[in-house]
């Protein structure tokens, strides 16, 4: 992971550049913060194209909320290529955002099992539906035929038309229980569309729970990223206290030195003094003794 301090990113000096070789990584998914995106112009980090880098946030794996700088050239090959404003969260947190991201893909894959379960069984259903349809068109037009047929036969005798009669009240009543049993699975059918619509009802009900869940979960993301960037200016500003203290420690120093330096020059101009009037006053002993 790269990561550079204020200083270094906003003194002026030459940009720096992402290239093929600063840790080639896959740009991941992102999410929109008005707080940190555009161009990082100010940040002085330039792409292989020679671009400056665009800021995103990222919201895919353990590194969700961390603030990075990816290729924004477009028309043209990304280079792929991430470069980290955002130090790695603490342990504790990448585990709670990867239980969080665990918890969200197996309910994608519920919620994708429960659609495919629910697509089968709507496929048999219509199937089902539609052979009992053909079914029942062809009794209505079997029904049909027979009638036409009897009233185009001309009547011949009563025996014959009597016979026809019979056959064609077995017919119809064979018909009618057909009709009934067609009737009978055509009412389950419906019982079963009904339970259909309750279960994509629970299916809807359910999703929206897991919806909200998420969107809560979201919101606690969310928290704690606010906390850790109130937790990252607050170390910011002790940095800034620290480095402004060792500054004026410093100049203490350097003033110290000096007037160390000052001291230990009037020591010494002090002992040639006391030397020299040490060997007057001897002179003067001297003197003193001659007399």
């Known amino acids: 992971m790269v990561s550079w301090t204020d200083s ?17 990584l896959k740009i991941p998914a992102t999410i ?11 940040l002085n980090v330039i792409c292989e194209h020679g671009n400056p880098g665009r800021k995103y946030v990222a919201f895919e794996g353990i590194s969700t909320g961390r603030m990075f700088i990816a290729c924004a050239t477009e028309g043209v090959a990304n280079c792929e290529l991430v470069q980290w404003v955002d130090e790695h969260w603490p342990e504790h947190l ?17 919620n994708r099992m429960a659609c495919l379960e629910h697509s089968s069984t709507v496929h048999n259903l219509t199937q089902q539906k539609k052979e009992l349809q053909e079914t029942y068109e062809k009794l ?31 017919s119809s009543m064979t018909k009618d229980a057909e009709i009934k049993k067609l009737k009978a699975v055509v009412d389950q ?18 999703h929206l729970k897991e919806k909200e869940k998420l969107s809560s979960d979201k919101r606690t993301l969310e928290i704690c990223y606010a906390g850790l960037k109130k937790e990252k200016d607050d170390l ?39 030397d020299s009037n040490k060997r007057k006053l001897h002179q003067i002993k001297a003197i003193c ?3």
């Open 140 to 170: 209505v037009e079997d029904v049909n035929n027979l009638l036409d047929y009897k009233d185009s036969q001309p009547e011949v005798n009563q025996k014959n038309d009597a016979d026809n009669i019979s056959v064609s009240v077995e």
């Open 236 to 274: 910011k500003k002790e940095k800034d206290k620290l480095d402004y203290c060792i500054a004026e420690m410093m100049k203490v120093k350097e003033k110290l030195t000096m007037e160390k330096s000052t001291l230990a020059s009037c020591i010494v101009e002090l002992k040639t003094a006391g």
């Open 32 to 42: 929109d913060e008005p707080s940190f995106e555009g161009l990082a112009d100010d």
């Open 289 to 291: 003794d001659e007399d």
């Open 8 to 24: 270094e990113s906003t003194d002026g000096s030459a940009a720096q550049y992402i290239s093929s070789d600063d840790s080639p």
């Open 94 to 110: 990448q585990n709670s955002i990867h239980k969080l991201w665990l918890m969200y893909e197996h309910s994608q894959h519920e």
């Open 189 to 206: 059918l419906k019982q079963i569309h009904v339970s259909q619509a309750t279960i994509i009802r629970n299916l809807k009900f359910n």
